[in-house]
């Protein structure tokens, strides 16, 4: 036997090291743990190790949690309702865990969760899709296969998104790493002014729409970057660059009601609108329209 061990079973004798609890939740044991691996070395008397704990809470909120999902408008134009999620009870289960250490004997410890509820249910989301408050269209060339799935991933990555007021969005945070885990492929990318292949090539195409979107709707725009040389799938300036380890394109709603992103890609155009309720306070912005033609970068020779 370790000497801390003795010298804690001679200044508390009543504590037994070795009783175990299991871990359960909907009835199967998730994991066993032994007291005597969460003690911290104080003399005289039993101390949670509390980085210890800390990691166990941790590893079994992940076994029991489950994200919430957000209410949505599928493909057909319907409303699929919200899904609540759930993550484990710390209050309760510390205070078992307590009892489990500080008491005496074998014990059971049932898990027991939270609720969860999501950013928008279905009653919100009915709502804000009522009125379009700016749209934007633009157009890519179908033929490069790439460039395309990379701009449909993006499109879907924002579509449905709910921005309420005073919040800010950011389009690497929503639409997330561009990897090839994550089903992007290689595509033209413009660097330093110079047009090369990258992963993920296509998605400013997005940024850039959702940027003029936006504008229409009257948005506060609080970052955008141009690219290094000019882009033809949107006229001069109008343009919004964005790298995962670089620029962003982020914007805040200063409305008095949420807003509402719908984003589609289909024959070769980009369509993103922006809506929200019959209440809304705005002031639309005008801004130039798309040219028509293929961006001369990804037409295939």
């Known amino acids: 036997m370790k000497p801390i061990l003795i010298i804690l079973l001679t200044f508390i004798p009543f504590l037994n090291l070795h009783d175990q609890a299991q871990i359960t939740f909907e009835d199967k044991t998730i994991t066993t743990v032994n007291r005597k691996d969460y003690i911290e070395p104080h003399l005289g008397r039993p101390v949670i190790n509390h980085e ?75 709502n804000v899709r009522v009125k379009q408050i700016g749209s934007y269209i633009t157009y890519f060339n179908t033929y490069n296969k790439e460039r395309s799935h990379n701009i449909s991933l993006a499109s879907e990555a924002i579509d449905n998104f709910v921005v309420f007021p005073g919040e800010t969005f950011s389009f690497n945070r929503v639409v997330g790493k561009r990897t090839t885990e994550r089903g992007y492929l290689p595509a033209p990318v413009i660097v330093r002014g110079e047009l090369t292949e990258g992963i993920g090539g296509g998605i400013c195409q997005i940024s850039s729409t959702l940027y003029n979107a936006v504008d229409r709707a009257g948005l506060k725009i609080i970052e955008r970057y141009t690219h290094s040389r000019r882009v033809p799938y949107v006229p001069p300036g109008r343009d919004a660059t964005v790298s995962w380890y670089g620029p962003d394109f982020i914007f805040k709603n200063p409305h008095n009601q949420p807003i509402l992103i719908r984003s589609k890609t289909s024959g070769g155009q980009v369509v993103i609108s922006i809506h929200s309720s019959e209440n809304i306070n705005y002031e639309p912005r005008k801004t130039p329209a798309a040219p028509k033609q293929l961006p001369k970068e990804i037409h295939l020779y």
Do not use: H, M, W
Request: hydrophobic letters at 35%; proline letters at 3%; aromatic letters at 14%.
């Open 52 to 126: 210890k704990y800390t990691q166990l809470v941790e590893n079994i909120n992940v076994i029991v949690s489950k994200q919430p999902e957000n209410a949505f408008i599928n493909s057909q134009g319907d409303i699929e309702a919200e899904k609540v999620g759930y993550a484990l009870d710390r209050k309760t289960f510390q205070t078992d865990f307590y009892q489990y250490f500080f008491g005496q004997g074998d014990a059971t410890i049932a898990i027991k969760r939270q609720k969860i509820y999501p950013r928008v249910d279905t009653e919100l989301l009915g």
